[in-house]
């Protein structure tokens, strides 16, 4: 066991070394290799997993590497900082380093294990391995179009294997110390990423993302700091924090974990830095928004839901992503360019997933584990979808797609089958949101105002969404009836192989979900929440899980309606009738229109000023507690 | 058992209890405008007739979502009836709205294309109402299934009144009549969506208004509990209360509309939220 969790670090980092020195067919060969036996070692270790976590310890060499890796890291950062004369780089990153160097003097050497692996952390290999995977696979075609050096196509790639591997490690890191330099190591890759087109405004983004991580990484130095300097932690280390935070009750050091993850996940104020990342080739935007970095975000407060839970941190978590729900999503209404509105929504989302953690009962967290999944396959597929029309139809507003319908029928599917899966029955992403609603109804007397005014933000965001979504989709799908016989467009055997397993991935994930809710889904919750395992029962044609009952006959009957229903309405003709052109009352001048447009420029600096205020009152919060 | 063939028959002949509801309508409107107005059988002779129309269509998918949608949204029916989850009833009703609104931009119909981006805004503007309803509801009977609103001794409406009030504040979006009815306004849109729809084709999105006169009328008929009767005349209250509204008012713009429902009906429900949650009545 314990090496296979190994051969999960090791594997990309050596495949991420050898794409370097291959030659283009090789590495094309290797790339798809390590994605299936990647994927294949995360989908066996959840097969092998039991209730008890995997704990175990490296060599204490490694210890020393990790320091001296730290302290490269910063330093190449304040590196970038000051040539670049950026002042809040490396600011930050002074301060970081002598918070640090502080630290390692301080700290007294009791640890003995630094990896912990439960069901939880085999969850987020599962979803960063595969994934990633498809995008490694997908970004072989992708470079290969873009205009750049042959070094540069390979560096790409081999940036991706080891982001990979250091979402890998993140997610088995049990070591504080550890846990912070992958966290700044993921940092860096999408520094590195978003800066990759090196034009200014690459340049520029990607400072940005760097600056507003730094806060996330010198929120984690925090966080070790008040453990070591507590005389009832002492040991800088989650498992460690987890099992004596509720009898120790200081919360400080959990509400500066809180704040990592949430900037991590772009929640106001820092949202900029995921918006900002839209300039990187749309393989990089598919990564950060599907699978990994912002999938940080709702994997630390998972982690930390056992204690953080009915706390006031929580409760100013659960507002603030509350907030951020129904902030970003009107702030997504007032853009025009596709991977814009993405971005807004998938921010909007990790708010969900952020709540439904922070919630943390056992149904709740299983919301979040349900929304973190079917999130990442639909946000992949639709972010992949964006790359093909940059790519092959060179469209990036929704206002220019008012052709796709007609050029590229098989890409406007999967759009559409992207968004509807993000919010309608009987997906899994709908599934999700809908245990959120209820959930937060149960335990919505609980919190009193806030629980009913967290309700309405949910109700009223996710209205909003839908509102998007359709727009959107609107823009691209009209087609005149001279084009009435559909015939797909031609795409790459990697773009096309890419897109299809996705479709797929996503259409099993929903239909096998009521195996997945008692076999995956609530085991994961279990072994987070370390609560007991919540039962999933069939009464009848109902799955009941907790209070939830899901009826089966019509989320089945959904099924048909809706993904099929589409399908079918693509190809479907009719005989003996008659085509005409549109009537349109007769109109014989052209008309154009679009679609509405919300401007947000006057509400996003209240936006951001509601966030920094939530963010310090998780601080003052904890503080006073 | 008597129950569940009554709930059978209501699933079967809810289209024709549509019609028949729209018939009406279409007489008591008149009525109130010193006219005579058709036949209540008027909505069923004009099925007929379109029955008999040349077929025409602009694409194929554009007529099968059409279909499509009167299929849903008879089935998002037929689930309120057999008293499902709320907030599956809510979404299932979402999917069928969806399926419309994707109809009404499959087409290059400038016409068109304005319906269903008014239908959109629509859904904007009364789902977050109809969710925050659906949570009292659990808040008060302790499930969120539909059923035990139906089987509730006292009626719902004595213990959430303000949301019925939102309820009603809502229903004219819902049911596309004046003052908001911005989707389908023909002097400014021309139908909307159904435009580009005709005969047979046209058929199924003209009866699936008569089956969203069901589902408006179910959602009020609910707020009576197990009391039918009283049931029976919340709908014929609210039923005149829409009509006379209908005829009395002049359409408002879509940001009026999204104002008011943001403004009036959503903080009405939310009211109605916090009292069943601090359970004051």
């Known amino acids: 066991m314990i090496a296979l969790i190994e051969s999960l670090f090791l594997i990309p980092i050596t495949v991420s070394a050898l794409l370097l020195i291959l030659p283009k067919t090789a590495a094309r060969f290797l790339t798809i290799l390590a994605t299936l036996v990647l994927s294949a070692i995360a989908v066996y270790l959840f097969t092998q997993a039991t209730s008890r976590p995997i704990q175990f310890a490296v060599s204490p060499i490694v210890n020393q590497i990790v320091m001296i890796a730290d302290f490269l890291l910063l330093l190449f950062v304040i590196g970038a900082g000051v040539k670049q004369k950026n002042i809040l780089v490396w600011v930050l990153a002074i301060v970081q380093l002598v918070v640090l160097g502080y630290l390692t003097t301080k700290k007294t050497e009791t640890q003995s294990t630094q990896f912990y692996v439960d069901k939880l952390s085999i969850f987020m290999f599962i979803l960063v391995n595969v994934i990633s995977g498809v995008i490694a696979v997908y970004s072989l075609q992708y470079i290969d179009e873009e205009k750049c050096s042959v070094f540069r196509k390979k560096y790409f790639l081999n940036t991706i294997f080891w982001f ?36 200014d405004e690459s340049k520029k983004n990607a400072l940005t993302a760097l600056w507003m991580n730094q806060i996330g990484g010198l929120a984690i130095l925090g966080a070790i700091a008040y453990t070591i300097f507590t005389a009832q932690y002492g040991n800088p280390s989650f498992s460690d924090l987890i099992a004596k935070g509720n009898t120790v009750a200081i919360i400080l050091p959990f509400a500066f974990l809180c704040i990592a993850g949430l900037v991590k996940g772009a929640q106001y104020p820092f949202n900029k830095w995921l918006i900002g990342a839209m300039v990187a080739p749309t393989p990089v ?27 006031p941190v929580a409760t100013v978590v659960i507002c603030l992503t509350a907030f951020v729900f129904v902030a970003a999503a009107i702030g997504a209404l007032a853009q025009d360019t596709f991977k814009k509105i993405l971005a807004h929504s998938t921010i909007a989302l990790l708010a969900l997933m952020i709540l439904m953690a922070a919630v943390g009962t056992p149904v709740a967290v299983t919301a979040a584990l349900i929304l973190i999944l079917f999130h990442g396959l639909s946000k992949c597929l639709l972010f992949l979808n964006a790359g093909v029309l940059e790519h092959v139809f060179h469209m990036k507003e929704t206002s220019d797609m008012s052709k796709m319908g007609e050029v590229g029928p098989y890409t406007v599917l999967v759009v559409a089958i992207g968004f509807m899966s993000l919010l309608l029955p009987p997906f899994g992403a709908f599934v999700g949101k809908w245990f959120s609603i209820e959930t937060i109804g149960s335990v919505a007397s609980g919190f009193k105002i806030v629980g009913a005014l967290v309700l309405v933000c949910i109700a009223t965001g996710g209205a909003v969404l839908s509102l998007l979504y359709f727009k959107v989709l609107g823009a691209m799908i009209s087609r005149t009836g001279e084009s009435d016989k559909v015939k797909f467009e031609h795409v790459h055997p990697i773009y096309g192989s890419t897109l299809n397993f996705l479709l797929f991935a996503l259409l099993i994930c929903t239909i096998a979900l009521p195996w997945l809710l008692p076999y995956y889904f609530t085991q994961v919750a279990a072994d987070a929440t370390g609560l007991t395992l919540i039962p999933v029962v069939m009464e009848g044609t109902n799955i009941c899980i907790g209070s939830i009952h899901l009826p089966l006959i019509p989320l089945l009957i959904a099924l048909l309606l809706l993904p099929l229903g589409i399908i079918v309405g693509m190809f479907v003709r009719f005989k003996n009738v008659d085509r005409v052109k549109e009537y349109m009352c007769g109109e014989k001048i052209e008309y154009n229109f679009s679609s509405f447009y919300f401007s947000t420029d006057k509400a996003s600096a209240y936006f951001v000023a509601i966030g920094i205020l939530f963010f310090v009152s998780i601080l003052l919060v904890a503080f006073f507690m | 058992m008597n129950n569940s063939i009554i709930q059978i028959l209501l699933i079967v002949l809810a289209p024709v209890l549509g019609g028949l509801i729209y018939g009406i309508e279409r007489k008591v409107k008149a009525r109130m405008q010193r006219r005579i107005g058709p036949p209540v059988l008027q909505p069923f002779y004009d099925f007929l007739k379109l029955m008999d129309k040349r077929k025409m269509m602009v694409h194929s998918t554009h007529a099968f979502l059409g279909i499509l949608h009167f299929v849903s949204l008879w089935f998002a029916l037929a689930v309120l009836i057999m008293g499902g989850d709320f907030i599956l009833i809510i979404f299932l009703h979402l999917l069928a709205t969806a399926l419309l609104i994707l109809a009404g931009f499959s087409t290059r119909s400038i016409f068109s294309h304005l319906g269903a981006n008014r239908s959109a805004i629509s859904v904007l503007a009364y789902e977050p109402v109809l969710v925050i309803i659906a949570v009292s509801a659990y808040m008060l009977t302790g499930s969120f299934n539909v059923s035990e609103i139906y089987a509730s001794t006292t009626p719902v409406i004595l213990k959430m009144p303000l949301a019925f009030v939102a309820l009603l504040a809502i229903l004219p979006i819902k049911l596309k009549k004046s003052p908001f009815d911005i989707s389908e306004a023909h002097q400014e849109v021309v139908g909307g969506v159904e435009l580009e729809y005709s005969g047979i084709f046209y058929e199924a999105v003209y009866t699936s208004k008569w089956l969203d006169y069901m589902f408006c009328y179910l959602l009020v008929f609910m707020f009576a509990g197990n009391n039918w009767l009283l049931g029976l005349g919340l709908v014929a209250l609210t039923f005149i209360y829409i009509n006379a509204l209908d005829n009395s008012t002049a359409r408002v713009n879509y940001k009026q509309m999204l104002r008011f429902s943001f403004w009036v009906a959503l903080p009405m429900a939310f009211l109605n939220l916090l009292m069943t949650m601090f359970h004051l009545l």
């Open chain 1, 285 to 311: 935007s598919a990564l950060l928004h599907s699978s990994t970095m912002v999938k940080i975000a709702p994997y630390i407060i998972l982690r930390i839901s056992p204690v953080i839970k009915g706390t």
């Open chain 1, 164 to 199: 990979i591997a250091a979402m890998n490690l993140l997610a088995a890191a049990d070591n504080m110390e550890y846990f912070y330099l992958f966290f700044e190591l993921t940092t860096l890759a999408s520094y590195l990423f978003i800066r990759f087109r090196k034009d």
